[in-house]
């Protein structure tokens, strides 16, 4: 039975007057945030905004940095290590926001999502700000849909920018990247302990061994170096940072 929440509805009318109020039902006992049941009890189920220049829409199972001010700082930092002539490749691209500044500044921009939700917000996006010929959405696991895109942009200079959640990137996906041959790789992170794995591994200074990853010895498989990490404080008053991570093609 769906709970009653016209009484909460009632009282956020007492003091807002435009917002959106979704119900979202999660059954299972695991630890995902969302169930996939949703109901909106009141507005339009998404809001419009405008960041860096760029309007777009999202819903509440879209993927959004939550702190505007220091979101627009990091973005910022991400596009000034991006060339513009390169072909950029946003993996966990959420609704598309970075894709689209990717895309005005380079050739062109593919985001891979696999909320269908945000990545039904990411084509909004591009319709609203005129990018269909260059910004590109892909909705479906990372790990099943870079190599196709790989393959679409092989002889082109290219960049891949990867944000993925907590957990980090899956390892077919950090491989994958340490293969591609892009120029630059530029990691977001908001776990330390996530981004170092997967760092180790992009710099070969991790190995696999009987499926799980050990240290590895000189001299290191490394492909890439790491030329910058730069720390945000997207979360202030708490213990948790943001990180951004640049890496070059040796």
């Known amino acids: 039975k769906r709970a009653d929440v016209s009484y909460l509805i009632k009282e956020l009318e007492k003091n807002f007057k435009e917002f959106t109020f979704l119900l979202n039902i999660n059954a299972s006992d695991g630890n995902a945030i969302f ?14 905004a405008v960041s860096n220049g760029i309007e777009y829409t999202a819903g509440a199972n879209t993927f959004v940095q939550v702190n505007d001010g220091v979101r627009e700082k990091l973005y910022s930092a991400v ?8 072909v950029a490749l946003d993996l966990y691209s959420g609704g ?9 500044k380079c050739a062109a921009a593919y985001g891979i999502e ?3 939700e945000a990545s039904r917000c990411a084509d909004e ?7 269909q010929d260059k910004m590109f959405n892909i909705c479906g696991k990372v790990e099943e849909k870079l190599y196709e895109v790989l393959k679409k942009t092989e002889g082109k200079s290219r960049v891949i920018v990867c944000d993925p959640p907590r957990k980090g990137m899956e390892r077919s996906v950090v491989n994958a990247i340490k293969n591609s041959g892009a120029e630059k790789v530029i990691l ?14 992009l710099c070969g200074t991790l190995k696999e061994s009987d499926g799980g990853l050990i240290k590895a010895e000189p001299p290191f498989d490394s492909r890439y170096e790491i030329t910058s990490v730069t ?6 008053q708490t213990k948790h940072v943001e990180t951004l991570v640049v890496l070059e093609l040796r």
């Open 35 to 48: 169930g996939e049941e949703w109901h909106i009890c009141r507005g339009e189920g998404s809001f419009k």
């Open 79 to 86: 596009l000034e290590n991006v060339p513009r002539d390169a």
């Open 96 to 104: 598309g926001l970075l894709t689209a500044m990717l895309a005005k």
């Open 114 to 116: 696999i909320v269908a």
């Open 125 to 131: 996006l591009s319709a609203a700000n005129g990018l």
């Open 188 to 201: 977001i992170s908001c776990n330390p302990a996530t981004l170092a794995r997967d760092l180790g591994i």
């Open 231 to 236: 720390p945000f404080d997207m979360f202030p």
